[in-house]
C-alpha cells in the first residue's frame, strides 16, 4: 500500500512504510552524511532504524558538504 511523504518539502511517494535507514537507502544516501528531521523532531542517526516514516510525515534531509 503505498505512502505519501513530504521530503524536503516536496510530495514523494513511497511504495509502503519504511525505517528512515530505508528511505535513506532508497534515495543512495550516505547515513553517516546527512542529518535527517522528521515532522519537525531531529532524528538520532543511532535511531534511523528504529524511526518509521508513516503516511504524511514530513521528511527533511541534509546532506554535509566540506569545503574551505
Known sequence: M???IRLNGDPHE???P?????LLASLTLDPRMVA???NRT???RA???ATPVNDGDE??????VGGG
Not at 519504511?18 to 530505508?22: F, I, K, P, Q, T
Not at 521528511?59 to 554535509?64: G, K, R, T, Y
Open 2 to 4: 503505498p505512502i505519501r
Open 14 to 16: 513511497l511504495a509502503a
Open 18 to 22: 519504511l525505517r528512515v535507514d530505508a
Open 36 to 38: 535527517v528531521e522528521r
Open 42 to 44: 531531529v532524528v538520532r
Open 47 to 49: 535511531d534511523y532504524a
Open 59 to 64: 521528511i527533511e534531509v541534509v546532506a554535509f
